[in-house]
């Protein structure tokens, strides 16, 4: 299983939009997704995607201003943030294989972290 690469990274001014994007491997019937990971603290959920790209989920991190979606026919999943803000600071993790066990939201064994793209806003 290959890694996913994450872009879209950067230093961007609050406010304005920002959209990542994940090449991989995927397309097996498997769930992709991201995870944001915010300077001293934990790792969490952003949005999850299904193969086809009917079905998203969204964690409370997600407050209503990301967006997931696929293009299929160039390997990739997005995350489009809407009027970024300081608290999106983070890096910024792109998974393959996702589950979840109720609310929580959690990466397979099998599943393939990205290296992660950092993200960065300025006020």
């Known amino acids: 299983q290959l890694q996913p690469v994450e872009s879209g990274g950067g230093l961007v001014q609050a406010g304005t939009s920002l959209k990542l994007s994940c090449v991989g491997d995927f397309f097996r019937g498997y769930i992709q997704g991201w995870f944001r990971q915010a300077p001293g603290k934990t790792r969490e959920f952003i949005a999850a995607?299904?193969?086809?790209?009917?079905?998203?989920y969204y964690g409370a991190a997600a407050e209503g201003r990301f967006t997931i979606s696929r293009d299929n026919a160039k390997n990739t999943v997005y995350l489009e943030v809407n009027k970024v803000e300081p608290e999106d600071t983070g890096v910024h993790y792109c998974?393959?294989?996702?589950?979840?066990?109720?609310?929580?939201?959690?990466?397979?064994?099998?599943?393939?972290w990205g290296q992660g793209t950092q993200v960065t806003v300025s006020s």
């Open positions: 998974a393959d294989d996702l589950n979840r066990s109720g609310k929580v939201w959690f990466v397979n064994a099998g599943g393939a």
């Open positions: 995607i299904d193969e086809s790209g009917t079905a998203t």
